[in-house]
């Protein structure tokens, strides 16, 4: 996921005059990424795939808002992890709910609740360890590995996308390493968290 190219400027600068088709090659580009970042902030498929779409249904209703001459991944970025933030805050209040009303309940918010390693690591046991891990951390702890080690970007580009500088992301990325060893570590002793 680099910087918006040449290429995907010229449909950008057609949308945002009103050609809706040519919007589209950026969606495919993204859609990909945008699915699976989506999927690491918040752990279950269908939320995710929907809270992609919703990103670029915003990202297509704020073209006007989009500065051509800067990155386009820091943008359409913000939109996605807000987007996704603000889903975690709404189910974290709902389960609140629940467990507020009654004991049935709250086993039922616990269980939409939970980070589903099994759906996203295929019954992996290395991999559901590691996505379960993941999902203990804390937002910017998760946000930041799934950035680095899923989508692979440079410090550089994780700094443009979260508005930090590099020695932020460095020490970010470094406690989010040593949290998620600790907790693997302590899974594979039999020790759950």
């Known amino acids: 996921m680099n ?16 050609s809706t088709a040519a919007f589209e090659a950026v969606v495919r580009k993204y859609m990909k990424d945008a699915y699976f970042i989506a999927l690491g902030l918040v752990g279950n498929p ?13 990202v297509y209703k704020n073209l006007h808002r989009f500065n051509p001459k ?31 009303d009654a004991d049935q309940r709250q086993d ?17 046991e290395t991999k ?9 951390l804390e937002p910017k702890h998760r946000e930041i590995i799934i950035l680095r080690h899923f ?13 930090c500088n590099k020695a932020t992301v460095t020490s970010r990325l470094y406690h989010a390493r040593k949290r998620l060893k600790e907790m693997l570590q302590n899974q594979k002793g039999g020790r759950q968290e």
Request: hydrophobic letters at 40%; proline letters at 3%; charged letters at 25%.
């Open 151 to 163: 989508q692979n970007l440079s410090y550089e580009q994780m700094s443009t996308a979260l508005f």
């Open 108 to 124: 039922t918010a616990e269980a939409a609740d939970t980070f589903s390693p099994d759906v996203v690591a295929q019954r992996n």
């Open 70 to 100: 800067q990155d386009f991944f820091p943008w359409f970025y913000q939109i996605l992890r807000n987007l996704c933030f603000s889903h975690l805050r709404s189910k974290t209040r709902q389960r609140r709910l629940f467990v507020a």
């Open 3 to 18: 910087s918006i190219g040449q290429d995907e400027v010229i449909p950008i600068e057609h949308r945002r005059t009103g």
């Open 128 to 136: 559901d360890r590691l996505w379960a891990g993941i999902g203990k």
């Open 46 to 58: 269908e939320d995710a795939l929907d809270l992609s779409q919703e990103a670029f249904v915003r």
